[in-house]
């Protein structure tokens, strides 16, 4: 009986902070446009899932199911409002991105193999399945906020993690330009709200000329793993490609990383070295980072960050590997809320879930995770995750279960602003009115 009682009080505390949270991301908006992003918000929290019958069903309106599925869905595929709500996210009063933050950008896919009525459908390559299949594409940057780096580096309860940027899009749609277009845009945005801060990471997408240009243009610090066989790379010795150069260099560093997973630890044992190139007709000195024990063939770095010692080394390597956090990014969205299991059918609607998406994520980083007030919440959440092997390096999902379980326990319908207020605001303006006529 107390516990139940204490879940009922965890379960209201939540609420506020999901409005709190809805208001202050949409100050400026409409207030037809504040309130369902709102109940989209609360709907998929308590839902865990993107299509609108779970998130009505999650309102508990009085109305039958079908008119609140047909109002959601006429909110939102009305209009396209998913970068004005990116804007607004990022402009929340959260400055979370330093110096040495480090903001892994990458592309992934919504595979919709089956459908064949829904909107700017285009080819896209499903990772999980190894094959071609008709879907959407995602532009995605997380941050991470890394804790110090020695000899052995490892994750920990210092690091940050956190959403910036999500955007849908296809390459059938009338405004789609081409690839490098969509990921110039992701960061132009984020230049526009955190100037040339943080240290950004791609993976081999980002080994493109276009790219590596953009940066060094911009005077934005990078690392980029590059293609074996890919561009050409300059010393004062030799040219060649990136894995002629690394068959030559001495690996005389040694070093190790831990990755923690559910059931237990694993340790890579690493080589590194590092040398001075260029790129042809660029006159920018680079670093090239060469790594071995993470597979069979050596990892190799590109960045423009000037590396003097070891630890230093050993950095720019954890920053590129802290980007397993995008990849888990990808699965944790697509698990938890169901993602790819999106039904609706015009492109405006499937962009605004996916900025829905980002603020939902952002809502679990900044405002639960990141909170020092909510320390003890956030432990009793965990708690009703029920997770077998406790709280792994990624805690998204302990969050999202306990979340889900903790709101299933409200039986009310939702509302974002309190009718009691607005019931006595728009009595006092009745008021108002009258007096004013009768004056």
Same mark, same amino acid.
């Given at each position: 009986?107390?516990?139940?009682?204490?879940?009922?009080?965890?379960?209201?505390?939540?609420?506020?902070?999901?409005?709190?949270?809805?208001?202050?991301?949409?100050?400026?908006?409409?207030?037809?446009?504040?309130?369902?992003?709102?109940?989209?918000?609360?709907?998929?929290?308590?839902?865990?899932?993107?299509?609108?019958?779970?998130?009505?069903?999650?309102?508990?309106?009085?109305?039958?199911?079908?008119?609140?599925?047909?109002?959601?869905?006429?909110?939102?595929?009305?209009?396209?409002?998913?970068?004005?709500?990116?804007?607004?996210?990022?402009?929340?009063?959260?400055?979370?991105?330093?110096?040495?933050?480090?903001?892994?950008?990458?592309?992934?896919?919504?595979?919709?193999?089956?459908?064949?009525?829904?909107?700017?459908?285009?080819?896209?390559?499903?990772?999980?399945?190894?094959?071609?299949?008709?879907?959407?594409?995602?532009?995605?940057?997380?941050?991470?906020?890394?804790?110090?780096?020695?000899?052995?580096?490892?994750?920990?309860?210092?690091?940050?993690?956190?959403?910036?940027?999500?955007?849908?899009?296809?390459?059938?749609?009338?405004?789609?330009?081409?690839?490098?277009?969509?990921?110039?845009?992701?960061?132009?945005?984020?230049?526009?709200?955190?100037?040339?801060?943080?240290?950004?990471?791609?993976?081999?997408?980002?080994?493109?000329?276009?790219?590596?240009?953009?940066?060094?243009?911009?005077?934005?610090?990078?690392?980029?793993?590059?293609?074996?066989?890919?561009?050409?790379?300059?010393?004062?010795?030799?040219?060649?490609?990136?894995?002629?150069?690394?068959?030559?260099?001495?690996?005389?560093?040694?070093?190790?990383?831990?990755?923690? @997973?559910?059931?237990?630890?694993?340790?890579?044992?690493?080589?590194?070295?590092?040398?001075?190139?260029?790129?042809?007709?660029?006159?920018?000195?680079?670093?090239?980072?060469?790594?071995?024990?993470?597979?069979?063939?050596?990892?190799?770095?590109?960045?423009?960050?000037?590396?003097?010692?070891?630890?230093?080394?050993?950095?720019?390597?954890?920053?590129?590997?802290?980007?397993?956090?995008?990849? @888990?990014?990808?699965?944790?969205?697509?698990?938890?809320?169901?993602?790819?299991?999106?039904?609706?059918?015009?492109?405006?609607?499937?962009?605004?879930?996916?900025?829905?998406?980002?603020?939902? *994520?952002?809502?679990?980083?900044?405002?639960?995770?990141?909170?020092?007030?909510?320390?003890?919440?956030?432990?009793?959440?965990?708690?009703?995750?029920?997770?077998?092997?406790?709280?792994?390096?990624?805690?998204? *999902?302990?969050?999202?279960?306990?979340?889900?379980?903790?709101?299933?326990?409200?039986?009310?319908?939702?509302?974002?602003?309190?009718?009691?207020?607005?019931?006595?605001?728009?009595?006092?303006?009745?008021?108002?009115?009258?007096?004013?006529? @009768?004056?």
């Amino acid at each position: 009986m107390k516990e139940h009682y204490y879940d009922k009080r965890v379960s209201a505390k939540l609420q506020v902070q999901i409005k709190k949270f809805s208001q202050r991301v949409t100050r400026g908006f409409k207030k037809p446009e504040r309130k369902w992003v709102g109940e989209m918000l609360y709907g998929i929290l308590k839902s865990k899932d993107v299509k609108l019958t779970h998130i009505g069903r999650a309102l508990k309106e009085k109305t039958k199911m079908k008119h609140t599925e047909k109002r959601l869905s006429r909110n939102i595929s009305g209009k396209d409002i998913s970068n004005e709500l990116i804007d607004a996210y990022l402009l929340t009063g959260k400055r979370p991105v330093g110096d040495e933050t480090i903001l892994s950008l990458d592309l992934s896919d919504i595979s919709k193999k089956e459908a064949k009525r829904m909107e700017n459908l285009c080819g896209v390559w499903n990772g999980s399945e190894g094959r071609n299949s008709k879907g959407y594409w995602l532009c995605t940057v997380v941050a991470k906020n890394l804790s110090a780096i020695s000899g052995s580096a490892s994750g920990g309860e210092e690091e940050e993690v956190i959403p910036l940027y999500n955007e849908l899009y296809s390459s059938l749609a009338d405004e789609f330009k081409s690839e490098s277009t969509q990921i110039f845009k992701a960061i132009d945005k984020l230049t526009k709200h955190f100037g040339n801060k943080g240290i950004w990471v791609m993976d081999r997408g980002g080994d493109s000329g276009r790219i590596i240009q953009k940066f060094l243009d911009s005077q934005k610090r990078f690392i980029i793993r590059l293609v074996a066989e890919g561009r050409h790379l300059e010393t004062k010795e030799k040219k060649g490609y990136p894995i002629e150069m690394a068959e030559g260099m001495k690996l005389k560093y040694k070093g190790e990383f831990q990755r923690k @997973e559910e059931q237990r630890t694993k340790v890579y044992k690493i080589r590194f070295g590092y040398k001075r190139v260029r790129l042809p007709r660029r006159e920018e000195e680079l670093t090239l980072v060469v790594v071995t024990g993470f597979g069979k063939e050596p990892l190799m770095l590109l960045a423009n960050i000037e590396i003097k010692t070891k630890c230093e080394a050993l950095r720019v390597i954890y920053s590129y590997i802290s980007r397993w956090v995008i990849e @888990e990014s990808f699965r944790f969205i697509k698990q938890s809320y169901n993602l790819e299991d999106i039904r609706l059918l015009r492109y405006k609607g499937l962009r605004n879930m996916a900025a829905m998406i980002l603020l939902i *994520y952002g809502f679990l980083s900044l405002n639960l995770l990141l909170s020092a007030r909510l320390k003890f919440i956030i432990q009793y959440i965990y708690d009703k995750s029920k997770r077998l092997f406790g709280i792994a390096d990624f805690p998204f *999902y302990a969050l999202a279960d306990g979340i889900f379980y903790l709101l299933s326990l409200y039986t009310k319908k939702f509302y974002l602003f309190d009718p009691q207020k607005a019931s006595a605001r728009t009595f006092q303006l009745l008021l108002f009115n009258n007096l004013k006529m @009768e004056v």
